[in-house]
């Protein structure tokens, strides 16, 4: 009898080890929620007297985006859609994309977009001679499509950096300089 309840017990303690096991390569994917978001950097350059934005995303949940308003499937890693995603781009910043200094509407030059490893980076700017004193700044970019997505910015004045995060609840950005 002590040679089967020792093997028994084995066998008990080689299950909870099998259990516990498959517990924990199956419960991370269970408890993980995926998060969206995008950064956005406002830059007044007193050198230039102009406002710069660059906008880092990732390319599968833009590409997702602009394939649709394009109607057709396009993709970051065909050289071939990359002239299409830049024109579809063009017209979804236009429409995503608000900027105010000083309570004036401001309209952004789209300059482009470039791929690096699956981070997208999307550069404008305009014309800004003065030091702005404030900035509101809107950037619907997926809010609506992806649930959770948050549009994070900072704006830099003078050395002076604010910050904010947009969410599909949340106004624009406002900052004071």
Do not use: C
Request: glycine content about 6%.
């Amino acid at each position: 009898m002590g040679f089967y309840f020792k093997a028994y017990t084995w066998r008990m303690k080689q299950w909870q080890w099998f259990a516990l096991l498959l517990a924990l390569i199956v419960s991370p994917p269970l408890l993980a929620h995926n998060v969206y978001g995008s950064f956005t950097q406002i830059d007044w350059n007193n050198n230039d007297g102009s406002i710069e934005l660059v906008m880092q995303t990732h390319s599968h949940e833009l590409e997702t985006k602009l394939s649709i308003l394009s109607g057709e499937r396009l993709s970051f890693l065909e050289d071939a859609d990359f002239s299409k995603l830049q024109a579809t781009m063009s017209l979804y910043a236009r429409e995503s994309i608000a900027l105010k200094i000083d309570d004036q509407l401001i309209n952004l030059d789209y300059i482009g977009m470039e791929n690096q490893n699956q981070t997208i980076f999307i550069y404008m700017e305009a014309n800004w001679a003065t030091v702005p004193k404030r900035i509101e700044y809107m950037n619907t970019m997926l809010l609506e499509e992806l649930p959770g997505q948050t549009n994070s910015v900072m704006a830099v004045v003078n050395g002076q950096r604010r910050g904010a995060d947009i969410t599909q609840s949340s106004g624009p950005a406002d900052f004071s300089f």
